[in-house]
T-cell receptor, first 114, second 110 residues
Framework: DGGITQSPKYLFRKEGQNVTLSCEQN?????MYWYRQDPGQGLRLIYY???????QKGDIAEGYSVSREKKESFPLTVTSAQKNPTAFYLC?????????????FGQGTRLTVV | KNEVEQSPQNLTAQEGEFITINCSYS?????LHWLQQHPGGGIVSLFM???GKKKHGRLIATINIQEKHSSLHITASHPRDSAVYIC????????????FGKGTLLTVNP
């Protein structure tokens, strides 16, 4: 079955540590996205990638980094520079980056900083 | 002011009732998405539309481009429809960006 897989589902991190969230898709989609969801707020775009080896900052990229070395993988690193990292993180993909095609979402990773 | 506003924020219904969730936006768009988020957090795309009306099973989505308004209707609601429904728009001229509403929490009681 095609889809997007995020792992892990729950993640705990000590303050000051970097942590990497995994996102893999087998849909052969060119575009991939990382969103952050906080209670009472809409999803906000962290980073996006329209093609392999290319990515762009979204609205809230500070304290985060990404890579896109393979078409199917778009890992997100939450660095110690992110001041408020506790949140729900969602990865998504679409056939292309134009936004006029259906977006497919993963099940999310809930990150808690302790 | 948010560019995408949803109403109501919370909605409680009895099984079998007809449900309407509204989405208004203030920017020019090329597409509007309706998404469903279940308690576990995963999101499923329900509809993408740029004009008119789409139907899938008991779900109907409509959009009025002139009025910058879209509605999601659920007929014969069921407890399994309980979820957060999210409206998102792709702004015209943007190559990639979706702007999301805050979501409507729907609870359908048996």
């Amino acid at each position: 079955d095609g889809g997007i897989t995020q792992s892990p589902k729950y993640l705990f991190r000590k303050e000051g540590q970097n942590v990497t969230l995994s996102c893999e898709q087998n849909l052969n989609h060119d575009a991939m996205y990382w969103y952050r969801q906080d209670p009472g707020q809409g999803l906000r775009l962290i980073y996006y990638s329209q093609i392999v080896n290319d990515f762009q900052k979204g609205d809230i990229a500070e304290g985060y980094s990404v890579s896109r070395e393979k078409k199917e993988s778009f890992p997100l690193t939450v660095t110690s520079a992110q001041k408020n990292p506790t949140a729900f993180y969602l990865c998504a993909s679409s056939i292309d980056g134009r936004g006029n095609t259906e977006a497919f979402f993963g099940q999310g990773t809930r990150l808690t900083v302790v | 002011k948010n560019e995408v506003e949803q109403s109501p924020q919370n909605l409680t219904a009895q099984e079998g009732e007809f449900i309407t969730i509204n989405c208004s936006y203030s920017v020019g768009i090329s597409a509007l998405h309706w998404l469903q988020q279940h308690p576990g957090g995963g999101i499923v795309s329900l509809f993408m539309l740029s004009s008119g009306k789409k139907k899938h099973g008991r779900l109907i989505a409509t959009i009025n481009i002139q009025e910058k308004h879209s509605s999601l209707h659920i007929t014969a609601s069921h407890p399994r429809d309980s979820a957060v429904y999210i409206c998102a728009v792709k702004q015209r001229g943007s190559n990639y960006k979706l702007t999301f509403g805050k979501g409507t929490l729907l609870t359908v009681n048996p």
